[in-house]
């Protein structure tokens, strides 16, 4: 690089673009599942017999034999073998947030010199890697290392292409030697079992006998940034902490709202393409692409799915977006604030329940009010989010998200649920046992041109600021944030609506009344009215929601280290324990680890400004005024009139007012660092980094944001805004 950062950064942007990688692809049709071992395959593959068993794992939860485990380890192991796969490994998501694996070659070599490729049963449903090093909240100590991981039937193996290799990969849990769960997985999976315990108690009710279960569904929409990988190398901020942590405003955000939808460029679409090729060869069906709000945004969202496969699912998209994007020069930036100034990236987490005849249980039909299994199970979801509404705040906590939830571009820190005008009245109504047809507006909308179709207008309107939408038979959790995995928020999810549906079903099967209406509209105006409350469908954004949802009691847990603070309140215990979803030890270490990380991430960034602070932005600033000092020794010796301004000494002190103000931050940065890692105490360490680190990162970066709108643009020593939104 020359001495002047800037022009070679120009050079670099304005020499050719490299050139875009090109990517074969069967069609979408051939291409689909290609790499999954899937049910059509297990079905070619596999003894019928085994077969039919295998289908009732997946779908009702029969467990598996050895015998069969055996089985169809060995012909998972033929089909990747053909396919030139060489290693397996069991695929897991340990409570770092990301997945792990270990890779393990097929081969064995035997006593008489033989190689045979192997892959027992046993292999396929037990994995022993050392657990010494992935987070377990004092569950385990270092010395007890052991943890197993153990496959999960019901989300399908599939090869994963690295480079030219490719390995088997068997989604797994991941569990200590004492049996607890070390991963986000196991909690899913039971969770999922409890929410379908108690919604078939009601299904049973309403005098359905033939489903067998009930499912979430799930469709997370994900949105992320990509930025030009020479200018991401350039910036250490971005590499090691995912977000800047500095950077002046560009001239142009996204006030003009002219990205959000817009035509999506042929590099950009390239890109996306390859993505989805790949996510299709792995069965996940991804489907929608879009520019979003902020410059450099993107969403992609697949087509919803059974929880366990989306929460697998969008592991995989995340991965795939990173390493996709290294391949044709760019970044993607997963992070829930990259950039401050214009908007963050987060993940709508579409949820439903269905039977096992495939019926959404939230489908209201063309008459919900009289539809008392809908407003039964209606009735549950405002109970959740009302009474029960902790669990799905901690669900979404982090420091990245913390930037985000409550900025007036994500839904606030407080929990309520958009039903619409509509539904809202219906609601109210059926308090008064008064909802029938004329709560209703239905009907159709039109555009007042004759060559179109009339449209038939959606039940709800959208509600953007809303954090948790009824959008017509789903509802739509808002507040997760994008780098995030979906598994906390979903457990905690299926979690609480297993716990309202419980209570209902109790109201229910004690209310005396063997008919189910007149069971229903005994009991649910009492529910109805308790929970209305959580029920707003109004501004999320304006400030006076906060002083209302307090009048409501409604919870503001602002911050991560808030939240987290509750997590071992009797209620949110009550809610993880009651179905045995988490232990009371797991959800203590859950609570550990979720605050130990927030801490690490809120140190790392703290060390990211004090090493740029000091080594690369104060050097700047300093020659800077030595400049400035140099050019007013020299023009002091020129004649001038009295009373003209001295931009040579407007300039120094303006310069000069900064980098004291940015030196002095920095020396009690350095000092309250120190200070504070020597704090003992989770909690203590978590809102020191809260309440005296962050708002000491928040005041330098502004000083270094003035600096770099002072500063000779030539020598700044990193890539700007405009670069980095704007290509
Ligand atoms: P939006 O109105 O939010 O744009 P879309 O129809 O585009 O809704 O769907 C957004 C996401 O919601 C997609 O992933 C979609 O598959 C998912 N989705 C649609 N119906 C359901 C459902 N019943 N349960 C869960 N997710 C759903
Ligand atoms: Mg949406």
Request: hydrophobic content about 40%; proline content about 7%; overall charge negative.
């Amino acid at each position: 690089m020359s001495d002047s950062p800037r022009r070679a950064i120009r050079a670099l942007l304005a020499s050719k673009p490299p050139v875009l990688p090109v990517f074969a692809s069967p069609p979408p049709a051939e291409l689909f599942g290609r790499d999954l071992f899937n049910l059509k395959l297990m079905r070619e593959r596999l003894p019928k017999s085994v077969y039919q068993r295998l289908l009732s794992t997946i779908d009702d939860d029969a467990p598996i034999s050895p015998s069969d485990a055996d089985v169809i380890a060995s012909a998972m192991k033929d089909w990747a073998i053909e396919r030139g796969a060489t290693h397996y490994t069991h695929w897991f998501q340990p409570l770092s947030g990301v997945t792990a694996e270990k890779h393990d070659a097929f081969l064995t070599p035997t006593s008489n010199g033989d190689i045979i490729n192997e892959f027992s049963g046993k292999m396929l449903i037990k994995g022993e890697p050392d657990a010494s090093s992935f987070p377990s909240g004092g569950i385990r100590s270092t010395f007890e290392a052991r943890g197993y991981t153990a496959w999960d039937p019901t989300s399908p193996a599939f090869l994963l292409k690295s480079g030219e290799r490719l390995t088997l990969y068997v989604p797994s849990i991941f569990l200590s030697h004492t049996g607890e769960a070390l991963d986000a997985k196991t909690p899913l999976l039971r969770s999922q079992e409890a929410v379908s315990r108690q919604a078939l108690r009601i299904l049973r009710f309403f005098g359905n006998d033939r489903v067998t279960r009930v499912r979430a569904n799930v469709g997370p929409e994900q949105e992320y940034f990509l930025v030009d990988r020479r200018l991401y190398n350039l910036r250490p901020d971005l590499i090691m902490a995912g977000r800047t942590v500095f950077g002046a405003p560009a001239p142009k955000g996204q006030e003009l709202e002219d990205h959000y939808f817009g035509a999506i460029s042929p590099k950009i679409l390239a890109f996306m393409t390859e993505v989805e090729n790949r996510l299709w060869a792995l069965g996940i069906p991804a489907r929608t692409r879009h520019n979003e709000v902020a410059p450099a945004q993107f969403e992609l969202a697949p087509l919803y799915e059974n929880i366990n496969l989306a929460v697998d699912h969008n592991m995989l998209v995340l991965k795939i977006l990173r390493e996709t994007a290294a391949e044709f020069g760019l970044a993607c930036l997963l992070h829930e604030k990259p950039f401050a100034g214009v908007n963050g990236s987060g993940k709508h987490n579409n949820w439903s329940l269905a039977d096992s005849e495939g019926n959404n249980l939230f489908e209201p039909g063309p008459t919900p009010w009289s539809n008392s299994q809908f407003m039964v199970f209606l009735a549950a979801v405002l109970r959740a989010v009302h009474k029960y509404s902790i669990p799905l705040r901690i669900g979404v906590t982090g420091a990245g998200n913390d930037f985000r939830l409550g900025a007036n571009e994500a839904p606030p820190a407080i929990l309520s649920v958009f039903l619409g005008d509509q539904l809202t009245d219906v609601v109210t109504a059926f308090v008064d046992n008064k909802a029938d047809a004329e709560t209703w507006r239905g009907g159709a909308m039109a555009p007042g041109v004759s060559a179109l179709a009339p449209l038939a207008r959606d039940i709800t309107d959208r509600n953007r600021t809303s954090p948790f939408a009824f959008t017509g038979n789903k509802f739509e959790f808002r507040a997760v944030g994008s780098s995030q995995s979906i598994a906390p928020p979903n457990i905690a999810l299926n979690a609480s609506v297993a716990c309202a549906l419980e209570d209902i079903a109790n109201a229910l099967e004690k209310s005396g009344q063997s008919d189910p209406e007149k069971a229903a509209h005994l009991i649910l105006p009492k529910f109805f009215e308790e929970h209305l409350p959580v029920v707003f469908n109004g501004n999320n954004y304006a400030p006076e929601w906060e002083e209302d949802a307090k009048k409501r009691g409604l919870w503001n847990l602002k911050d991560s280290v808030t939240a987290l603070a509750h997590y071992t309140d009797s209620e949110v215990k009550d809610v993880f324990t009651r179905h045995g979803v988490l232990t009371e030890r797991e959800l203590e270490a859950r609570q550990e680890i979720l605050l130990e990380n927030y801490i690490k991430n809120v140190h790392v960034e703290t060390k990211l400004v004090q090493t740029l602070g000091w080594s690369t932005i104060l050097p700047v600033a300093l020659t800077t005024l030595k400049k400035a000092a140099d050019l007013a020794k020299a023009v002091a010796e020129l004649p001038r009139p009295a009373a003209v301004i001295k931009p040579e000494e407007r300039y120094y002190q303006k310069v000069y007012a900064h980098t004291a103000a940015l030196t002095a931050l920095l020396e009690e940065l350095d000092k309250k660092h120190v200070e504070l890692d020597a704090t003992e105490g989770l909690f203590l360490k978590a809102e020191g980094a809260r309440d005296i680190l962050l708002p000491l990162l928040a005041k330098i970066r502004a000083e270094v944001d003035a600096l770099e709108l002072a500063v000779d643009d030539n020598i700044w020593p990193l890539p700007k805004y405009g670069e980095l939104l704007w290509q």
